[in-house]
């Protein structure tokens, strides 16, 4: 089955969104998302100017030595841009290997190894009572993990806290919007939330909670210990994890579960983290760590230490990767959970789909491949838009912080 062409699409359905179509001599195509939020346009030029001319008359069943060869071959290796597009290349062609065998992309990869695939919600308050309130919503609605956020008291934005109470977007300017920063008000409204939290909700379901890398290690050690009553799924991004070793400081102190990676793009950004247990569960997801492919290697290592994963699922990341992620989920033996923002009416009128929520789990469905695909006629109808992540400055000072 050879390449015969390979196009991106940049779109903008409510938010930005890279997608990269292979088209066959078959005529099969498939599809892989390539969206790095705040940063689209760099993946959609690696991709267009630098991977695409590399592909053309390639066997696409040749999925491994094509993902070699963009990445050896690339000289200046790992990185956010090179390991997306890496990522869209990769998960185009798997999906493209499922469809040339008629089979839902999971069965390729091993087959079932659950009935579904456990999600978390993202319900997020201005305050802890409406925090709660939006927590028991999503107990309402089936979800049996939840992700809580909220605002923090003295504090004008922070992360987590989104605009409506279904979707969150964080790029949301054409320049980077500032956040305020206060760790002191953080650490002292965080173990009240998840207090009210289990008061109201009990403990039946699995609470979630994401630092968003804005402490240090001593700080999010503190924070782990404050928890460990309220018994939560995870503590995510406890702290910035380029020094992985830094973890090993949380672990002394704390037994709430951590869980980091959605911004890692090789096996080598958690080698450390897994190989010494210092996390419980590794984030990393189809669309950023070099697809498939490259999730594998690292959702193997992670077995080895009984490490589960965990993958990113956010709005940013286009439902041609929670397609993709799904299957995976569906076959990975030492699965977690999955995250699951919704997307927007739009973007899934963009993204037909196959999968289905149903009483808090996902399905990925029996569709051909990963099942997702993009009507490029409505796509053109929203073209770009810049936007931006946020950055934050500590409120005191205004030193440039985490976000
Ligand atoms: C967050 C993301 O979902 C999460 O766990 O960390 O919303 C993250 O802020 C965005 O993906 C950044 O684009
Ligand atoms: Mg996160």
Request: proline content about 4%.
């Amino acid at each position: 089955m050879k390449i015969t062409n390979a196009r991106v699409i940049v779109c903008s359905p409510g938010r930005n969104f890279v997608t990269l179509k292979i088209e066959t001599d078959e005529g099969l195509t498939g599809i892989g998302d390539a969206t790095l939020n705040g940063r689209e346009l760099s993946v959609a030029s690696y991709l267009t100017d630098h991977i695409i001319p590399c592909l053309i008359g390639r066997d696409a069943h040749q999925i491994e030595d094509i993902w070699q060869y963009l990445y050896k071959g690339a000289y200046w290796r790992r990185g956010p841009v090179t390991m997306t597009a890496i990522a869209a290349v990769d998960t185009a062609l798997w999906d493209l290997k499922a469809k040339a065998a008629g089979l839902p992309l999971y069965q390729v990869l091993g087959g079932k190894s659950r009935t579904g695939v456990m999600v978390y919600g993202h319900a997020n308050g201005t305050d802890i009572e409406h925090t709660v309130d939006e927590v028991l919503r999503y107990a309402d609605m089936g979800y049996k993990a939840i992700r809580a956020q909220s605002g923090v008291p003295g504090l004008d934005k922070v992360y987590g806290v989104g605009r409506g109470n279904l979707f969150y977007e964080p790029a949301d300017a054409d320049l980077p919007s500032e956040h305020d920063w206060s760790t002191e008000k953080y650490l002292r409204h965080t173990p009240k939330l998840f207090e009210r939290l289990r008061e109201k909700l009990g403990f039946d379901h699995h609470l979630l909670h994401d630092v968003h890398h804005r402490l240090t290690p001593i700080e999010a050690s503190r924070l782990g210990k404050s928890l460990e009553e309220h018994q939560l799924f995870w503590m995510e991004d406890a702290t910035p994890a380029e020094n992985q070793e830094s973890f090993r400081l949380i672990r002394q102190h704390t037994t709430t579960p951590l869980a980091v990676g959605e911004i890692f793009n090789s096996i080598w950004d958690c080698k450390e983290l897994i190989e010494n247990q210092l996390i419980d569960y590794i984030r990393a997801t189809v669309v950023h760590a070099g697809g498939i492919t490259h999730l594998r290697r690292i959702a193997d290592l992670a077995s080895m230490y009984q490490v589960r994963t965990g993958c990113h699922g956010a709005t940013d990341l286009s439902p041609a990767c929670m397609g993709a992620a799904l299957h995976f989920d569906l076959w990975v033996p030492n699965f977690g959970i999955q995250e699951y923002m919704r997307h927007t009416e739009e973007t899934d009128a963009v993204f037909p789909h196959a999968y289905t929520f149903d009483k808090g789990m996902l399905y990925p469905g029996d569709a051909p491949g990963h099942g997702v695909d993009i009507d490029e006629k409505l796509a053109a109808k929203y073209p770009y838009k810049r936007a931006y992540l946020p950055v934050n400055r500590q409120q005191h000072d205004g030193t440039l912080w985490n976000w």
